[in-house]
C-alpha cells in the first residue's frame, strides 16, 4: 500500500476521465461518487454495508462535527476513521457552504466568518486557518480549502469579490495545512456562472500548487444547463494529472454529464436522504415507494439490482415498511441507492476504459426514459 497520495490518469474518453487515487488507507477509483456520512454516519447505513455498496471513499463535514461531538473530541478517541469504523479514505469538505447555508448571523471578514450554531446559538469563528486545524484534528485524508460560497444568482460584482477572497483564503489554508505526507489539500474554484473569474480562480490556484481542484459554487439552484453550460470548460482550466472534484452533485443524469465533462468525484446527500424518504433512484427513474400501487407488487424495485432490497424483498413489503414507519424501510432504500449510484460509476469506469463512453450514455438515458412500469 502507498505511503503517500497520487493520482494516475489510466484512460480517456473525449473529456471523460477513469483513474485512481492513491492513498494510504486505500486507492479510490474515479470517477468516484462519494456518499455523505455528515455527522460521522451514513444515515441508515452500517459503514461495512456501505463499503459493500461499492464506495471507496466517504465524506464528513467540518461544520456539523466541529459542532457536535467538536473534532477535538474526535481527536482525543483516535481520529474520525476510528471513530465512525470507517477504515478507508476520508475527505473531510471545508465548512464554509454550511456556514452560508446553515448558521444564523453571520458575519465575513478578511479574516473568516463568525457565526451563530443553528443547534445552540452557540458563537464560532472559522478561519483558513481554524478549517485546516478541524481538518488535522479530524485525520481526513483529502482536506478542502476554506472558501466563501455566495448564493446564486449574484451579480458580477459580488462573485468576483467572494471569489478573490476564497483565493486569498486559500492561500493561507495552504500554509496551515503544511506538510502532511498522506495527505491531500484541495483547492476550490469558484467565480459563479462567470467563464472569466473560473479561469481567473483557476490561475490563481495553478499557482498556489494543490493535490487536487474542486469546482464549487455550482448545484446551488442554478439549474442542469447552466452547470453543464459551465462544466464544459471549467475542468479544462484544471490540471490533467490532478483529481477534479464536483461538490454537491448530485442527481444520476447530473453525476453522468459531469463525467462526461471530465470530472472525477461528486458527493451528493441525495442517495440516503432519498432513501429516508421513500424514494428509490432506478435504471429506470424514480420510483416514490409510499404510492399505493406498490401495495400489491410482488416484484423487487429493479428486478437487475443485486442489492439486499431488490434481491430479498417485494415493492409490496417496501411499501407496507415505509407506510408503518419502520426504520427497515430507510435501512433497505438508502442501501438500494447508494448501490445504484455506484453501480452508475462502475459502468462509466468500465465504458471509458472500453472506449465506448457514448453508447453507455445513450443507453443510460434511454433505459431511464422508459420510466417505472406498473405492474401487470
Excluded at 463568525?114 to 446559538?121: A, E, L, Q, R, W
Excluded at 446527500?269 to 407488487?297: C, E, F, M, Y
Amino acid at each position: 500500500m502507498t505511503s503517500r497520495f497520487s493520482f494516475e490518469l489510466q484512460a480517456t474518453d473525449g473529456a471523460a476521465r477513469k483513474g485512481v487515487i492513491q492513498t494510504p488507507r486505500g486507492d479510490i477509483r474515479t470517477p468516484a461518487f462519494m456518499p455523505v456520512g455528515t455527522a460521522a454516519t451514513v444515515k441508515a447505513m452500517l459503514p461495512e454495508s456501505v463499503r459493500a455498496t461499492g464506495a471507496d471513499i466517504l465524506l464528513g463535514n467540518t461544520y456539523h462535527l466541529m459542532l457536535r461531538p467538536t473534532a477535538e473530541r474526535i481527536d482525543r478517541l483516535g481520529g474520525l476513521h476510528k471513530f465512525m469504523n470507517w477504515d478507508r479514505p476520508i475527505l473531510t469538505d471545508s465548512g464554509g457552504f454550511q456556514v452560508m447555508s446553515l448558521a444564523d448571523l453571520r458575519k465575513l471578514t478578511e479574516t473568516g466568518v463568525t457565526f451563530k450554531s443553528h443547534i445552540d446559538g452557540s458563537r464560532h469563528e472559522l478561519t483558513p486557518e481554524r478549517s485546516m486545524e478541524i481538518q488535522r484534528l479530524l485525520g481526513s485524508d483529502i482536506v478542502i480549502c476554506f472558501d466563501e460560497c455566495p448564493a446564486l444568482p449574484a451579480d458580477r460584482d459580488r462573485i468576483a469579490e467572494s471569489m478573490r477572497l476564497s483565493m486569498r483564503w486559500a492561500e493561507r489554508s495552504k500554509e496551515a495545512f503544511g506538510d502532511r505526507p498522506g495527505h491531500a489539500l484541495f483547492g476550490i474554484v469558484q467565480g459563479g456562472l462567470e467563464r472569466d473569474f473560473r479561469e481567473e480562480s483557476a490561475e490563481a490556484l495553478k499557482n498556489i500548487g494543490f493535490d487536487g481542484y474542486a469546482i464549487g459554487g455550482l448545484a446551488v439552484g442554478e439549474g442542469q444547463a447552466a452547470m453543464f453550460n459551465c462544466l464544459d470548460y471549467a475542468p479544462g482550466f484544471l490540471p490533467q494529472d490532478r483529481p477534479r472534484y464536483l461538490m454537491g452533485v448530485g442527481k444520476p443524469d447530473d453525476i453522468v454529464g459531469a463525467v462526461k465533462r471530465g470530472i472525477d468525484m461528486m458527493d451528493c446527500v441525495l442517495p440516503s436522504r432519498s432513501g429516508r424518504t421513500g424514494q428509490a433512484w432506478t435504471r429506470r427513474g424514480q420510483v416514490n415507494i409510499k404510492n399505493a400501487r406498490h401495495a400489491d407488487d410482488p416484484r423487487p424495485l429493479d428486478e437487475h439490482c443485486t442489492c439486499p432490497a431488490c434481491s430479498s424483498y417485494s415493492r409490496a413489503y417496501l411499501h407496507h415498511v415505509f407506510r408503518a414507519g419502520e426504520m427497515i424501510s430507510g435501512m433497505l432504500l438508502t442501501w438500494h441507492n447508494l448501490h445504484y449510484f455506484q453501480e452508475i460509476m462502475q459502468g462509466m469506469r468500465d465504458a471509458i476504459d472500453a472506449g465506448t463512453f457514448a453508447a453507455w450514455e445513450a443507453e443510460f438515458h434511454a433505459t431511464r426514459a422508459l420510466g417505472d412500469i406498473e405492474p401487470v
